[in-house]
């Protein structure tokens, strides 16, 4: 059967609605980007710009929202990894599709203060979480240690031997290290703990830099995201969870079931910065 020149060309248009992470990309000028990865629920692309984040990742309602969503009120077309594509203007144009964003939603969204003294009843759930991809390696034992005790130093010096370890588009290492981020500045903020949130800057900074060099180009955007405390819903509710505003345990389920070994690998993060916040939040 011959396909017209007409029917191939034929372009479909929907809405999406992007998370504010990629807002600085998505209303720059347009820009090239190509597909580093597809999904039947969603595509990873890699726009060609010095802005962080880089990488977009276009969903459909069955895929995991991450911080760099573009989330389409349509299904994706068939695209492949090397594909060209196009970010800019308010517009993703992806093979056959054409997504304008018509809205925004927020992946960081503030917890509001809470007693961090009840941080101390709420560690047991995320130690029992699945065995997480490093578990038992001496830079996510030297990070708990040195957070735990507001060492910059040994924090700094873990955080750098985990950047980009393990295997994945989202290597383990990375995945600690933004629940880690993201669990010291929202609920550092939340409970007070300046110490908190200023070693959260500071391994924030450690972990961007240079971080496309690192490790993957999906990996180095969700690092920039988790460092300003942009996260997907899974990990925003067990932080929610955390801090009293909702059910923790089923927040937590539905967290370790994000990837292999991802959900086991962001808890292990946020265990270790509950106990920072925890230690950080008293007088120095």
């Excluded at 309602?61 to 077309?77: D, Q, Y």
């Excluded at 925004?104 to 979480?129: E, K």
């Excluded at 290290?177 to 993201?182: C, I, K």
């Excluded at 939340?190 to 959260?200: C, D, H, I, N, P």
Aim: hydrophobic share 45%; net charge neutral; glycine share 10%.
């Amino acid at each position: 059967m011959t396909v017209s020149t007409h029917a191939r060309r034929t372009r479909v248009h929907v809405t999406g609605a992007a998370s504010t992470a990629v807002r600085p990309v998505l209303e720059a000028q347009r820009r090239p980007a190509r597909v580093l990865a597809a999904f039947p629920e969603g595509v990873y692309l890699e726009v060609r710009t010095d802005l962080e984040p880089s990488v977009i990742a276009v969903i459909t309602g069955e895929a995991t929202r991450l911080p760099n969503s573009v989330l389409l009120a349509g299904p994706l077309p068939h695209v492949t990894v090397g594909d060209d594509a196009s970010v800019g203007d308010r517009v993703i144009d992806l093979g056959p599709l054409s997504v304008s964003v018509r809205r925004w939603w927020d992946p960081a969204p503030p917890l509001g203060g809470f007693d961090p003294a009840r941080l101390a009843d709420v560690t047991d759930p995320l130690i029992g979480s699945p065995p997480p991809g490093l578990a038992g390696n001496g830079a996510v034992d030297l990070l708990a240690s040195s957070c735990a005790k507001g060492w910059l130093l040994g924090a700094v010096t873990a955080a750098e031997q985990l950047v980009g370890l393990g295997p994945g588009l989202t290597p383990s290492g990375d995945d600690v290290l933004a629940g880690l981020l993201v669990t010291l500045r929202h609920l550092g903020a939340a409970a007070g703990a300046e110490r908190a949130v200023w070693l959260a800057d500071w391994l924030a900074a450690t972990v961007t830099f240079d971080a496309r060099t690192r490790t993957t180009p999906i990996s180095a955007t969700l690092l920039h995201c988790a460092a300003r405390g942009e996260a997907s819903p899974e990990v925003t509710a067990v932080l929610r969870g955390l801090a009293g505003r909702q059910a923790l345990e089923p927040a937590l389920r539905r967290l370790y079931r994000l990837g292999h070994t991802s959900g086991a690998d962001l808890a292990q993060g946020i265990a270790i910065g509950v106990t920072a916040v925890a230690a950080l939040s008293g007088p120095r």
